[in-house]
């Protein structure tokens, strides 16, 4: 990789640089302003820009921490790495020009943390988005590669040593249950059984008494490949009672946008804007007060329990990651790029 891959221009959009962090993979990037070093920008100070009401429209400049750790020689740089436990340290010059970057020879085989907190999946839907394939398997059998999806989903959180599962089922759940019966995986698995179907958060009613911490809570048909141990310091120091893990999706209209004033009069015209939206991925970080307030039997979606929660006080709120950590499978579309995403990954590992 060339150093330069992880500089950025001061006016660079948040936008543009996140998707630059999702490619070069090293949670840093340098900013630089005429070439000098000015300052460096990580994930974190991304979400806390956009959290504080920042846009990604915005220039780069706007999130950046001004006070980067340099080193004016390679050998310095490596104690750095060695003392700060950091991913990467900029080698410059006096004037600030940056001559080689020295990255953490260790970051890809970090340990992840342990985290050890049960996991909650809702596996009862019909799947009708990727009808026909659900009218033969449940919607978490569908396979992508190797392994359905729903494996996928628990492998990731076994990196961080969460290994309880708590899964509410429905439709053709003996298919599902069958699976696992027979599997040479042996996961901790607790099943809830719908009697009928209770939307995307009623079934959580199955779990009233059963959770006594926090738990992750996830749909069956997507995979977040982001940092579940940040997630949930974030949700923890933030005193939430559910914090909803959002992603930015963008958008580029095929159309000129055009804006009007009074009379017609045209103002701006926007040749393919590109819209951005947080949008709800289907994994959240609940507490398990919130299960006591679900109602038996009652099918409702989770955002509106998270609505009652928000209404009695309790606060509620969301940790936005970028598009490219968000795998939806809710779509047949989508099936290949999963399947293409997860394989190449585990392929470079």
Request: glycine share 8%; net charge negative.
């Amino acid at each position: 990789m060339d150093y330069m891959d992880l500089c950025v221009d001061k006016t660079q959009t948040v936008r543009d640089t996140m998707r630059q962090l999702d490619r070069v993979a090293r949670k840093v990037l340098f900013v630089l302003e005429d070439g000098v070093l000015t300052g460096a920008l990580t994930d974190g100070d991304v979400r806390r820009h956009l959290l504080n009401g920042g846009k990604l429209d915005d220039p780069v400049a706007a999130a950046a921490n001004y006070r980067p750790i340099t080193a004016r020689n390679r050998e310095q740089a490596r104690k750095l790495l060695r003392r700060d436990s950091i991913f990467a340290v900029p080698v410059v010059r006096e004037n600030g020009t940056i001559v080689d970057i020295i990255l953490d020879p260790g970051f890809s085989r970090a340990r992840l943390p342990s985290l050890n907190i049960p996991v909650v999946i809702m596996a009862g839907g019909k799947g009708t988005r990727l009808d026909p394939y659900t009218r033969v398997l449940p919607k978490p059998l569908i396979p992508v590669g190797e392994r359905p999806i729903i494996e996928h989903i628990m492998q990731q959180f076994q990196k961080y040593a969460c290994g309880d599962f708590h899964i509410v089922v429905n439709y053709k759940k003996q298919l599902l249950k069958a699976y696992f019966a027979e599997s040479e995986h042996h996961y901790q698995v607790s099943w809830y059984d719908e009697d009928q179907p209770l939307g995307t958060g009623g079934g959580l009613c199955l779990l009233k008494g059963k959770m006594k911490e926090t738990f992750f809570f996830t749909n069956c048909d997507i995979l977040l490949c982001s940092d579940y141990a940040n997630m949930l310091k974030f949700h923890r120091e933030s005193g939430n009672a559910v914090t909803m893990i959002g992603a930015y999706k963008n958008l580029t209209l095929p159309y000129g946008v055009v804006e009007t004033g009074t009379g017609g009069v045209i103002e701006q015209i926007r040749e393919k804007p590109e819209l951005s939206f947080l949008t709800n991925t289907g994994m959240y970080i609940v507490e398990p007060e919130v299960l006591e307030d679900v109602e038996d039997n009652v099918s409702i979606g989770f955002p509106d329990i998270m609505e009652r929660q928000r209404e009695k006080g309790r606060k509620v709120a969301v940790y936005p990651v970028s598009e490219d950590e968000w795998l939806d499978m809710g779509q047949i579309t989508e099936l290949e790029k999963m399947r293409e995403r997860l394989y190449n990954e585990e392929e470079g590992t």
